[in-house]
């Protein structure tokens, strides 16, 4: 058997339990008498994170889910994979149904055409819906289901104790998850769920991508700035919310005003 390396009381991560680098964070949840995962990431590592949690002694068949965090490709291109050979359910928010269910390719981010991205993601049904508010039960443990909207429509988060598994709303270094127009970014629910992560108890952050960490408001709120910014810039495209360059430019235009450059 396999010791198995608690991240703290009833979790454990599987990069870290690998001692390598599988991809995106998967939590396991260990309730004892059951146990669910929090996203499973690409489908070549699934069969590898399965033998791990097997080796570690748990029975596939009290797995009572996995959850997809989001819809991105990266976190859950495994997951009809995983869900067919853990006979298990999964579990994602409403607005990650549609992009999961149909393979959508640009929801996804399996295709970026752009840079030559395209993998194959395979449908997956959604057995089970998680609503703001909704309590998880997992054997003896209880999660809190937050709807964490910003990065993707359908971002989910989960406080448990002084614990928050924050998907891709922060992390360490400050990064947030991409913001990109293509899978649904929305800059303003993101500036609101970095805030209620900002006034939120919890001791230590679980992201999805690099290392758990504990909760630095300092970290969090150079994201809220510089997201606050992004919204009247031209950076992000159509996820910016103004642009008052451009508004000064077509007041000028329409006013027949030239270019002054006699001004620095
Ligand atoms: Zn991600």
Redesign the pocket.
């Known amino acids: 058997m396999l010791k198995r390396k608690y991240l703290f009381p009833n979790v454990i991560e599987l990069n870290y339990q690998a001692g390598r680098r599988l991809g995106?964070n998967v939590y396991l949840i260990d309730g004892g008498t059951e146990f669910a995962l929090i996203d499973i990431g690409f489908e070549d590592t699934v069969e590898e994170i399965i033998d791990l949690i097997r080796g570690m002694d748990f029975n596939l068949a009290h797995c009572k889910m996995i959850i997809a965090t989001h819809a991105?490709a990266?976190?859950i291109q495994g997951i009809s994979r995983a869900r067919e050979l853990m006979k298990t359910k999964v579990a994602s928010h409403p607005a990650s149904v549609e992009p999961i269910e149909t393979g959508d390719e640009i929801l996804t981010y399996a295709t970026i055409k752009a840079q030559g991205i395209e993998i194959p993601m395979p449908k997956c049904k959604i057995d089970l819906l998680l609503n703001e508010g909704d309590k998880l039960c997992i054997g003896k443990k209880e999660l809190s289901v937050w709807h964490t909207p910003g990065h993707t429509p359908g971002q989910l988060s989960f406080k448990m104790g002084n614990l928050l598994f924050s998907g891709?709303n922060i992390y360490k270094d400050s990064c947030v998850?991409v913001i990109d127009a293509h899978h649904g970014s929305n800059i303003p629910d993101f500036i609101k769920s970095l805030k209620r992560i900002w006034a939120d108890n919890s001791e230590f952050l679980l992201p999805?991508?690099g290392p758990v960490f504990r909760k630095d408001n300092k970290v969090i709120q150079q994201a809220i700035d510089r997201l606050t910014g992004y919204l009247s810039m031209a950076d992000f495209g159509t996820c910016a919310t103004n642009w008052p360059l451009l508004d000064e430019w077509e007041k000028d235009v329409l006013a027949g005003k030239m270019p002054d450059f006699s001004k620095k």
């Open positions: 995106v991105d990266d976190h891709d998850g999805s991508h």
